[in-house]
């Protein structure tokens, strides 16, 4: 019930109106190493997504009054979480700043286990190259009287105990795994050594209780190979069993390469019961929130007879910025 039932409504007329003129197109989980037009997304299998950026507040599609009455409101909320989490480049507008998005998923359709952002090191030297990241992942659902056996929920892995530090980035370093369940593994890109390493965060109780240091992890700095990347062959020998990396070729495809024999797919009832997972009806209304970088998730098949809509997105904050040299 965070978003009024009249906007829900008026948002889910909007959706089929686009739907019938077109504006959406299949889409899935990229597997960057490989040009879309050749990943065979479909509409049935796939969900099928309405792009935002200009075209959310484009004027001749749809019903733009209402797509800017709910753009208002994101507005707000991405305001508030700015301060509440302390990411303060989350309020400014601009380019490539924000993203906004209906999504569509046909009876039968799903989206298999990934995250939504990725630290730039893994992503080639491109990954450098954007001045923004997405930082907070949202989504608003839209239809209304879901009941669970229609499938189509949000199938979530948080941690199941708090974190022992902030999740996601630390100094705008990117997380990229855990460390006994509980400390967030940070990839540190900008080393002297011109290479990179890994870290987790401790207080310091003999100092300062309330300060976060940093203990690298890895056995000496490295560079980041090419896709795909496993981190824990750079980890120092005690560390290596008690490290559990977010992202890897088996779960994501974004950590596939065009030449790698791995890639990830739909994740199986047996898979998901491996770690605490939880899942969210896409009730009407119903708002959802996470960090993009260290919260997997995925979207169950599409079980009854209607389509699965929503509203979703992405907050965006700075990219790390590169060092003076």
Not at 71 to 85: N, P
Not at 201 to 224: G, H, I, M, P, T
């Amino acid at each position: 019930n965070w978003l009024p039932p009249d906007l829900v409504a008026r948002m889910r007329h909007d959706v089929g109106k686009l739907f019938e003129d077109g504006y959406f197109t299949p889409d899935g989980l990229t597997n960057t190493a490989v040009k879309k037009e050749s990943q065979g997304f479909s509409k049935k299998a796939d969900r099928q997504t309405f792009r935002g950026g200009d075209g959310w507040y484009d004027a001749n599609a749809g019903d733009f009054p209402t797509r800017k009455e709910f753009a208002d409101r994101m507005k707000v909320l991405r305001t508030e979480l700015a301060a509440g989490l302390d990411r303060p480049t989350l309020v400014p507008e601009g380019e490539r700043k924000h993203e906004m998005t209906y999504n569509w998923y046909e009876p039968g359709a799903k989206l298999g286990r990934h995250l939504d952002e990725h630290h730039e090191e893994t992503k080639g030297p491109k990954g450098w190259q954007v001045p923004t990241r997405r930082s907070v992942t949202w989504l608003v659902y839209l239809n209304g009287d879901w009941k669970e056996e229609e499938g189509g929920a949000l199938h979530c892995f948080p941690r199941e105990d708090p974190s022992a530090a902030p999740v996601g980035a630390h100094e705008g370093n990117l997380q990229v795994g855990w460390i006994d369940d509980l400390h967030p593994v940070f990839l540190d890109a900008w080393r002297p050594s011109g290479q990179t390493a890994l870290y987790k965060l401790e207080f310091d109780e003999k100092k300062n209780a309330s300060k976060l240091n940093k203990e690298y992890v890895s056995a000496v700095d490295f560079d980041v190979p090419r896709q795909p990347v496993e981190f824990d062959q750079f980890l120092r020998t005690e560390f290596q069993s008690r490290f559990e990396q977010i992202s890897t070729s088996r779960l994501d495809p974004r950590f596939f390469s065009a030449e790698g024999r791995q890639q990830a797919s739909i994740m199986s009832n047996s898979d998901t019961d491996m770690h605490h997972s939880i899942d969210v009806v896409p009730a009407a209304g119903t708002l959802v929130v996470f960090d993009s970088v260290s919260l997997p998730h995925l979207v169950k098949e599409v079980t009854g007879n209607r389509r699965r809509i929503a509203a979703t997105g992405w907050f965006h904050e700075d990219s790390q910025a590169l060092p003076l040299v």
